[in-house]
């Protein structure tokens, strides 16, 4: 029995619509490996392994799956099965390049997924004796742009990390460590709705002045400022991301107050989210506000990026992304200020662009929350 999140319609549309852009694009066939793209295109989960697994994917006509007989029953119960598309099942011994040259006919321009290993590029580069090129630029448009029920999900993963971030105030104290705390984090993450969690992060004090900083034995403090950056993915593989700061008794005035204005550049990088504008005018929104007073040499990174069947994805909210916002795109917005040695902070929502502006879909507040010493 299938327990597809989407029904086979809508992996059919996703499938179509890779052909078209591949035909647009002039390839001749596009091959995906295991990975996000699978898993977007037929809800095929898992990641590369020594044995070949492949869609491969004609701009016209019928598509064919290879895969090793050992994992066939699991394919069959994806899309693949739904669909009845033809699968060419190999066993240890076999040539599984052989048969994606059997299924591509005679090319000249192949697409490929970015997820694909040179274990496996190599190899069907030989056996097709055609340019090979990364399809991300085909496959990234399906993707980037969120049907209704992709949206659904990534609702459902927002309230879900939202009830995690109010319940963190009970848990960050004085006296344990980011490693204690992180454990209650990933307990709630199950808890409150997720299939599995992505990543943890726990920065106190001078921990959170590193923007990847994950979790450590450090004992947190009172007046410790902490970034808790937390996801996880509901059981349709589309996951939450989001940041809130918070301080462990009373915060420091120079520290709440270079919150307080980050909170402001965050508001001003959503409000500035409609379609038509480009990502790096949304980027600038924030970093504007920080600039002016006197933070923007704090802010480290972009502000944001997309998010779906991976945590990070396009679009990117970066500086110079001159990729035009269109209705139906996610994507994070998280800036942030980071002082070494000292501390850091960073605010993130999951938005949506919609007809006319954005959709915020996290909820939790954002203004730096102060906990019990």
Same mark, same amino acid.
């Given at each position: ?175 344990? %460590?980011?490693?204690? @705390? =992180? +454990? *209650?984090?990933? &307990?709630?993450? /199950? ?5 599995? #969690?992505?990543? $943890? ?48 008794? %009373?915060?420091?005035? @120079? =520290? +709440? *107050?270079?919150? &307080?204005?980050? /909170? ?5 990088? #959503?409000?500035? $989210? ?100």
């Amino acid at each position: 029995m299938s327990t597809l999140p989407f029904s086979a319609a809508v992996y059919s549309r996703r499938l179509a619509r890779a052909q078209e852009r591949a035909q647009e694009a002039g390839l001749d066939a596009i091959i995906v490996g295991p990975g996000p793209d699978l898993q977007y295109l037929l809800g095929v989960e898992g990641d590369t392994i020594e044995r070949l697994t492949a869609l491969v994917l004609p701009p016209q006509g019928a598509a064919t799956v290879i895969v090793p007989r050992m994992e066939l029953a699991k394919v069959r119960s994806t899309a693949v099965g739904e669909l009845g598309l033809t699968v060419a099942d190999w066993v240890d011994g076999d040539d599984p390049y052989a048969l994606v040259a059997a299924a591509t006919g005679p090319v000249s321009r192949v697409g490929v997924s970015d997820a694909l290993p040179a274990l496996h590029v190599v190899p069907i580069g030989e056996r097709l004796q055609a340019r090979l090129e990364l399809a991300t630029p085909v496959l990234r448009e399906g993707r980037m742009t969120k049907d209704d029920e992709e949206i659904a999900e990534l609702r459902r993963a927002a309230a879900a990390i939202d009830a995690v971030h109010r319940r963190v105030p009970g848990w960050l104290r004085a006296g344990r %460590t980011e490693r204690e @705390v =992180a +454990a *209650d984090i990933a &307990a709630a993450i /199950v808890e409150e709705g997720h299939r599995t #969690v992505e990543f $943890v992060i726990v920065g106190s004090g001078p921990n959170g002045a590193d923007p990847h900083h994950e979790v450590s034995d450090r004992v947190i403090e009172d007046g410790d400022v902490v970034v808790v950056d937390i996801g996880g993915a509901v059981p349709s593989g589309y996951n939450s991301d989001s940041t809130r700061t918070y301080v462990v008794g %009373t915060p420091d005035p @120079v =520290a +709440a *107050d270079r919150i &307080a204005t980050l /909170v402001r550049a965050q508001q001003a990088a #959503v409000d500035a $989210v409609r379609p038509g504008v480009t990502a790096a005018e949304v980027d600038a929104a924030a970093r504007s506000v920080l600039t002016e007073a006197g933070l923007g040499e704090a802010f480290l990174h972009r502000t944001g990026h997309g998010i779906g069947v991976s945590v990070h994805e396009e679009p990117y909210i970066a500086p110079g992304n001159d990729l035009v916002l269109r209705e139906g795109m996610a994507f994070s917005i998280e800036p942030g200020i980071y002082f070494a040695g000292e501390w850091g902070a960073r605010i993130e929502d999951i938005v949506v662009v919609t007809a006319d502006g954005a959709e915020r879909l996290n909820t939790a507040p954002h203004e730096l929350t102060a906990t019990d010493r």
